[in-house]
C-alpha cells in the first residue's frame, strides 16, 4: 500500500524539464543574460561586473511558475568555440540566440551564424527565440530594424515558433516576458520534442 500511494505521489509529483540552448556571438551577453534570469527567479548568482568571456558551459535550471523546469545551457560564443554548438543540438527543447543590438558591424556574422544553426536538421522544427539584447543603451539598433533582419532569416526556413524580442540582460528589462513566450511554445512543440520528467 505505501508503495503505491508512493508511486502515486511520485507520479503526481514530476515535472516537466525542458533544456534551452543559450547561443550568440561572443560579447552578446549570453552569461550575463543567465546570471540575471538566476537572480530573478531567486538562485544564486554571480555578480554581473565580475563575468568573463565564456569558454565551457554555464548550466542553470529555473522552475517558472506553471512549475515547469527550464535548464539553460550557455555556452561560449567566439569563434573557436562555435564548432561545439552542434554537440547540444540533439538534446534540446529551444534555442535562445542573443544579439548585441548596439554593434552594427557584426550584423552579418550573427546573420551567417543563425541561419546556418536555423538550417541545421538536428534543430529543425524546435522554436528559435531571439533575444535583441542592451536594450537600456542610447545607441541600440530599432528593435524594428532587428525584426526585418530575422524576418530575412526565418521567412526561408521551415515553419516553426520563432520571434524577437527586446531586453536588457544587465537590468533585467524584458527577461521575464521572454520566458512565458518560451514556456508556450515548448509546451507547443511537445509532440515532437517531448520534455523529460523530473
Ligand atoms: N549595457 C549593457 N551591457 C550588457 C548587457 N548584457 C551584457 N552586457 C555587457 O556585455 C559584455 C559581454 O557580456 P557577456 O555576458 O560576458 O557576453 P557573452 O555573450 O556571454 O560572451 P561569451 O561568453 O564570450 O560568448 C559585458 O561587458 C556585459 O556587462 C546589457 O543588457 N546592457
Ligand atoms: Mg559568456
Redesign the pocket.
Known sequence: MFHLVQGLYNNWNRREQYSILIL??????????LETLKRLYNLNSKD??K????VGQNIATITTKENILLKFW?V???ESLRSMWSEYYSQCHAVIF?V?STDRSRIDEWKHTLTSIMMDDEIESVPVLMLA?????PDRMEIQDIKEIFNQIAEHLSARDSRVLP?????GDGVIDSMDWLVLRLQRNKKSRPPIYK
Open positions: 550568440g556571438l561572443d560579447n552578446a551577453g549570453k552569461t550575463t543574460f554581473l561586473d563575468i568573463v568571456p565564456t550557455d561560449g560564443g567566439q542573443v548585441d539584447n542592451k536594450q537600456d543603451r531586453v536588457s540582460a544587465l537590468k
